[in-house]
């Protein structure tokens, strides 16, 4: 198969995806008509779910503009792409920074407020104002950190420019703090504050993990897809998946350690205060979640990614991805699902919208993600010709 063939099979795939997206979006449009509440609470979690391969997709480059390595050579324009998807994400967000936030957060209420005196003296940081401020602040910082990092490597590529390489590594320990700090915080914000009478410091870094294992199996996914045709078929090398399996397995010990950590510091202290988020989430059916979650997220895969041969195995490896991929929506959901409390309680259930958002949002992303894809070779001659000297070098 051509690039060419291939270029048009894109456009095929980019045209079908925001097909999907534009009817998930008339269907959630009737649901907003029959439950605004329940269509915002859908929304967020789907929001968050997409949210994640772009902005995992930027550090995960800026990571690679730090340490090298073929790996991310592979790759790396599948990441671009996902990350020039950070405009769009801020376009999906103004449906929740419009309409949303009144309708899931309790702090945005006056009357909730003056009569709570643990919201009162948070009540300068859950502000309405400021909490949209804080918003735009977060989506500039990103946006401007993925336009740096692709403007670099467009020049980096035109004419090997080794002070575009340079700034994109300077550049890149920056952001790469940036990002960690800009992203704990929306994750306070936009999440955590759904419950604001509990705190975590280690909440967001969970979404920070999270992020870049989205990003990682999103990119390993369509790098098998494309890797199995010409011309691609002689750039993505098994090592090259090797590699990137090895990268999945890091951030899914990550995680599990990161949870686990978070999970044992509340029940060693055992506070009032703390101990209500995880009963929400361990009772009332939740807990056949959260067990799945710590079978099928971490135990399951761990074991499987500890085989040499299941890593090099670029079509074994993508299905293992794609599954990880839909277990960050079920780990996301398990996180704020509970938080919307009815009488004091949260029973496990699942709304038909919760379903049809994260298909709808999907498809615009998806559809985004292949518009961009399309707008730029898929594999840069810079890097390919710099990763064949290396090859070479380490051969000699």
């Known amino acids: ?42 929304y967020l979690i789907a929001f968050l779910y997409w949210l994640a391969p772009a902005l995992g997709s930027l550090a995960i480059v800026m990571l ?12 790396r324009r599948l990441l671009e792409a996902a990350m020039r998807n950070i405009p769009l994400m801020a376009l999906l967000f103004l449906p929740i920074l419009i309409g949303g936030v009144h309708a899931l957060y309790e702090w945005s209420h006056a009357d909730v407020v003056a009569g ?5 003296h948070k009540a ?20 401007l950190l993925g336009a740096s990092m692709v403007r670099l490597q467009a020049r980096y590529d035109r004419r090997l420019d080794l002070v575009a390489l340079r700034r994109m590594k300077t550049m890149s320990g920056v952001g790469l703090g940036l990002y960690v700090l800009t992203m704990s915080f929306a994750a306070f914000d936009w999440a955590m504050s759904l419950e604001p009478h ?3 410091t280690i909440y ?13 199996c999103f990119s390993v996914f369509v790098a098998s897809r494309i890797g199995r045709h010409e011309p691609f078929s002689r750039w ?8 990137l399996g090895n990268l999945v397995m890091a951030f899914v010990m990550l995680w599990a350690y990161v949870s686990f950590s978070q999970y044992l510091i509340v029940w060693s202290g055992n506070l009032p205060e703390e101990t209500p988020w995880y009963l929400a989430r361990t009772g009332h059916g939740w807990q056949a979640i959260a067990l799945f979650l710590v079978v099928f997220h971490f135990a399951v895969p761990f074991m499987i990614l500890v085989n040499r041969r299941a890593k090099r195995n670029p079509g074994f490896l993508a299905k293992l991805c794609a599954f990880l991929f839909l277990m960050r929506f079920v780990e996301l959901f398990w996180l704020i699902k509970p938080a919307f409390t009815h009488g004091g309680e949260s029973h496990f259930g699942v709304h038909w919208m919760d379903v049809v958002a994260p298909v709808a949002l999907g498809g ?19 890097d390919a010709r710099l990763l064949g000297q290396l090859e070479e070098a380490v051969r000699a």
């Open 64 to 75: 690679h503009n730090m340490t090298g390595g073929a790996w991310g050579f592979a790759i």
């Open 124 to 143: 300068v940081y859950l502000d309405r104002t400021f909490f949209t401020v804080r918003a735009v602040v977060y989506f500039a910082v990103w946006g």
């Open 236 to 243: 993505f090398e098994a090592g090259h998946f090797h590699d």
């Open 364 to 382: 615009i992303w998806i559809g985004a993600f292949l518009r961009n894809l399309r707008g730029r070779p898929l594999v840069s001659l810079q």
């Open 1 to 42: 198969m051509s690039d060419t063939t291939i270029t048009s099979a894109i456009g095929r795939t980019q045209r079908a995806a925001f097909l999907v997206g534009a009817v998930g979006t008339l269907i959630l449009a009737v649901g907003f008509l029959v439950d605004a509440e329940q269509f915002y609470r859908s």
């Open 116 to 120: 709570d005196p643990v919201l009162r």
């Open 198 to 200: 509990w705190f975590s």
């Open 204 to 216: 967001g870094i969970l979404f920070v993990i999270g992020q870049a294992l989205a990003a990682l």
